[in-house]
Each structure stands twice: as structure tokens, then as C-alpha cells.
């Protein structure tokens, strides 16, 4: 091999159109969800500030609804929002 050549299969990354990511592919024609349509319930409780431990109790309770796919468990953005509702009546009906 002469040095400074390239094998086939090379480890230099891809190039993708219209800078699209692997994880992101393009969708000729299509925009991208400016939101996401699922979150793991881990991500749900980032976005609302609670731990883990309690995302899973809220679930359990019935009080955070979530979806299924196979064994996973997800939650719709608007479920988010129906709960943080659900919080603001409950302050609201104890003030």
C-alpha cells in the first residue's frame, strides 16, 4: 500500500445531504417536527424538574398518562401539558 492512500471502507464519516445527521435522516421533501412526538420518561422529568423516582410514581398513580410501544413506556408532550394542569388546579383548589 502507498502511504498516504485510503482502504476501501475507510473510518471517515459520511458526508449527508443539507447537513442532516445519521441520527436526523433527510426526509426529501418533508420538514422535521419542530417538537418531539415522544418522550422516555426520564426526558418528561427533566423537562418538568422531578426526579425519576417520582416520574414513576406519578405514572403509577395514574395522575401522568403515557403511551406504549412494545414494552416502553412514552409520554406525548400533551400529556405533559395535562399534567402540569392537573398541578396548577391542585394549587389552585388548596390556596
Do not use: D, N
Request: aromatic share 4%.
Amino acid at each position: 500500500m502507498v502511504p498516504g492512500s485510503r482502504k476501501r471502507g475507510s473510518t471517515r464519516p459520511q458526508e449527508h445531504p443539507r447537513g442532516a445527521s445519521p441520527a436526523t435522516p433527510h426526509l426529501h421533501g418533508v420538514a422535521a417536527p419542530a417538537e418531539r412526538l415522544l418522550y422516555r420518561p426520564e426526558e418528561a422529568a427533566a423537562t418538568l424538574g422531578i426526579g425519576r423516582s417520582l416520574i414513576y410514581e406519578e405514572i403509577r398513580l395514574g395522575r401522568l398518562q403515557t403511551v406504549r410501544i412494545g414494552r416502553r413506556r412514552l409520554v406525548p408532550p400533551e400529556y405533559i401539558e395535562r399534567y402540569v394542569e392537573l398541578l396548577k388546579c391542585e394549587a389552585e383548589a388548596t390556596a
